[in-house]
């Protein structure tokens, strides 16, 4: 079981930087998969990035590779979401979510963290 929480949000202007966090307790952190979804006012979740429990290796989607990073720190348990260059696009709650290797779908899920970004 893991029990997500976001936190770090906030509103900014364009072109300015967040960190986001995600402490996710649980028995066996160190081997879930983590990633980030968000989910804009009228739109449906969709995918930010993920963190692979194997080696830490990343991926992103399109439209925020090249300025997102992420990285883990499993000692506390926790992921973090390095938001670099906002754009008014990114304007979304944030959410962490966990998942079992071998499991199909990510099955914990925070409450989520609100991001805006004003141009």
């Known amino acids: 079981q893991l029990q997500p929480v976001e936190s770090g949000g906030g509103s900014v202007q364009a072109g300015e930087s967040l960190r986001l966090s995600c402490v996710a307790s649980g028995l066996h952190f160190s081997i879930y998969n983590m990633a980030w979804f968000r989910q804009a006012p009228g739109k449906e979740r969709e995918f930010v990035g993920n963190?692979?429990?194997?080696?830490?290796?990343?991926s992103f989607a399109d439209s925020v590779k090249g300025r997102f990073t992420m990285t883990r720190d499993n000692n506390k348990s926790t992921v973090y979401l390095y938001m670099n260059n906002l754009k008014p696009e990114d304007t979304a709650t944030y959410y962490c979510?966990?998942?079992?290797?071998?499991?199909?779908?990510?099955?914990?899920w925070g409450q989520g963290t609100q991001v805006s970004v004003s141009s």
């Open positions: 963190i692979s429990w194997k080696d830490d290796s990343t």
């Open positions: 979510a966990g998942q079992w290797p071998g499991k199909p779908d990510y099955d914990y």
